[in-house]
């Protein structure tokens, strides 16, 4: 069965996205049909199975998906959702700032740019459930999630902090696995949307 992954190209690191994709299917069973392709249009979203929505600038990220119409497919979207760091602060339900509308479809309260304040960016290498080794994460102004709804199952931490979450074929990351060369989130996520 072919996934068909839309990755949201509004603003932020979408070809790096696009790029660990490709690549995560490259080694799965899932390679054949497949296709990663960049989301521009309110009217491609309804037609994949999987979306993107990488890192970036939440505060435009939010202006463009109401400029572009886009916040009622993305409400409607019956697919997994991938959303890292800023795509995570849009896929919330809470965040304390005016410029965002999350879209609410992770039961989690974020906030913006709290994680690591003293040195704004750092790596750490993570236990994350469901994954063999350890995972090299790179946090850039990442956000702290402050609450946890019931749904939500908590992944990985750091010092007690969640900063992966699932819920049910979403994936929410307050890093950045697009930037370590390292796929195995992905394939968790396309393993997911598919079984
Ligand atoms: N600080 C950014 C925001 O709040 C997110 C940072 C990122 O995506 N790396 O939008």
């Known amino acids: 069965m072919g996934v068909r992954t839309g990755v949201l190209d509004l603003q932020g690191d979408v070809s790096e996205h696009i790029d660990a994709f490709r690549r995560a299917l490259a080694g799965s069973g899932l390679s054949e049909g497949s296709e990663v392709i960049t ?31 886009m916040r009622r497919p993305l409400e409607e979207f019956r697919g997994g ?3 890292t760091c800023a ?35 750092f790596e750490a290498d993570l236990a994350i459930k ?23 199952e908590v992944l990985a931490e750091v010092d007690g902090a969640p900063v ?13 696995p697009e930037l370590s060369g390292d796929t195995r989130l992905h394939r968790m996520f396309l393993h997911k949307i598919t079984s």
């Not at 037609?47 to 998906?65: F, H, K």
């Not at 339900?93 to 989690?108: A, S, T």
């Open 39 to 69: 989301v521009r249009r309110a009217d491609q979203i309804p037609s994949c199975d999987a979306l993107v929505i990488p890192g970036g600038e939440s505060t435009t990220i939010s202006r463009l998906i109401d400029k572009n119409g």
């Open 164 to 176: 992966a979450v699932r819920q049910g074929k979403h994936l929410g990351l307050c890093f950045h």
């Open 81 to 83: 959702i991938f959303a």
């Open 130 to 152: 469901g994954l063999d080794a350890p995972f090299h994460a790179v946090f850039i102004r990442a956000p702290v999630i402050s609450r946890i709804g019931k749904g939500v």
């Open 87 to 121: 795509g995570l602060i849009l896929l919330s339900k809470g965040v304390p700032d005016p410029r965002v509308k999350p879209l609410g479809l992770l039961d989690i309260d974020v906030e913006r740019n709290a994680f690591g304040r003293q040195k704004d960016s």
